[in-house]
């Protein structure tokens, strides 16, 4: 008899891609059946209200901090990395060898850290502030991030490509795609959507992540994810936002 | 036949204890032999140069981003949070509940965030800067930390014990000591010297955290690590800096 699958419930904004986006990457290509919760109608058990109930629940045990959070049954898992962690392993998306998984983990780590390195450009100062109300040190901040972290960022994970002999360089891990290769995918959304001047400038120092990138898009579940209403488009409310004020190449 | 511990090697800068202190108490907890290798001469293989060698090396498989490193044979594995959980697990300091070995990595994680913020205070707009040269857009980051997410920090901890009711409130997780009530206690360490004062004026709303700081503090093989050399002071070069212009408590 075949294992019935769980239900997977995702909390996380319904109106952002954000730290959700990561996760949902890895339930589209794993084709596992979720529920992304608060995006449901009030009415169906939805809305930012679940959301916050989830939050607050502190009878189920451990709380989480922030969104996104994951329920399956009793188990609730909060921190984006260890939700991927745990979805790709219901969904076939670890690599193969143990010291692999340790080495999916530490990249997918690497990829949020530098995804919140980007939303700190446009929060040097508070998260309970306005960009607005941050703006002049956001300036001030942009252009370090641009002239080093940027570049930084993208050089680590081309190194980490090369350093990859069973897979030719392709995929991060082993010789087929991980969890990892879709955080990378979306940390190049991202920032490509937040400063395409800066990853234009730098784009040809790192063929391999360019290429990784172009080659997940075209993934068949990836691909149909990406043309679906279930792929919010990215705005000035998340985490990777766009002022062109910001994104000036050193 | 026993068999026999492998040797654990951890890189990380030498003078400061910075994300590695999270690393070496779990170590000195689980009294699991290390070499702190970058504290060794150089002349017996340690130094900067050592570290600096490893984090070069992309012959041995994905690079480390940045130290704390640790290497197990082939193994090499970044992020403190990540090491944390790895090495938990030789020393046998993993939750015994296959879900509370989720809810400990969340709550490490969560450590690690609440860590690289209060070092985000001293460094609001990069890292290659010193602080002289980022002291005005500090001074304006610090009260939006103390007053918004300190307190926040050490409420979710507090909420956290308190919802572990097996531990009675006195271990984040099941019966026993974890790792991560060992990343709580550094945590709370960081913080009380670099915010003496802001830490003091919360500290009466979170019971159980500071109990268990000090019961942490008391534990045999902890005391004798902070009474030893092996235990570096805190300074003005590591994660938690105590600035007495930004310890302003609001």
Known sequence: MAKSTPRYELFYWPSIQGRGEFVRLVFEEAALPYVDVARLP?????????????????????????????????????????????????GGLLPRAVADRWRAQQLMLTVMDFTLEAHDTHHPIGNSLYYEDQKREARRRAPHYLAERLPKALDYFERALAANGAGRGRVLLGRSLSYADLGLFQLVEGLSYAFPRSVAAVAGDTPRVMALHAAVAERPHIAAYLASPRRLPFNEHGIFRHYPELDVPP
């Open 42 to 90: 009030a009415r169906q058990g939805g809305g930012v209200g679940a959301l916050m109930r989830l939050l607050e629940d502190d009878a189920a045990g451990t709380p989480p901090y922030a969104p996104p959070v994951l329920r399956v049954g009793a188990l609730r898992i909060a921190q984006t990395a260890l939700i991927c962690q745990y979805v790709a392993g219901e």
